[in-house]
Nanobody
């Protein structure tokens, strides 16, 4: 599974950005897709996840500001980020838990290449 993330960039505090991540490959099913982020000098942390049925989970730090959505037909997820703060600055990584034609009975983790979000104060 190849995950292609896009939408990062530079934005002022209080602004908005939308990230997108598209999954491609010999996919049988995608159970969960999500976003993680890694700020400089910090460990990678969960931002948000969404299941195939649309159930979402958010880190406390982004609740009420970020919204994740999913287009199952396109194997694409979106992360709408509003009221961005300087502490949101990080490389955002797309994540998928999926089955492929190679491993149709096993769920495997896949990661995208990351997209940088920089929020200036």
């Amino acid at each position: 599974v190849q995950l292609q993330a896009s939408g990062g960039g530079l934005v002022q505090a209080g602004g908005s950005l939308q990230l997108s991540c598209s999954a491609a490959g010999s996919i049988v099913s995608i159970n969960i897709m999500g976003w993680y982020r890694q700020a400089p000098g910090k460990q990678r942390e969960l931002v948000a996840t969404i299941t195939s049925t649309g159930s979402t989970n958010y880190a406390d730090s982004v609740k009420g500001r970020f919204t994740m959505s999913r287009d199952n037909a396109k194997n694409t997820v979106y992360l709408q980020m509003n009221r961005l703060k300087p502490e949101d600055t990080a490389v955002f990584y797309c994540y998928a838990l999926a089955r492929t034609v190679v491993t149709p009975t096993a769920l495997r983790e896949y990661w995208g290449q990351g997209t940088l979000v920089t929020v200036s104060s």
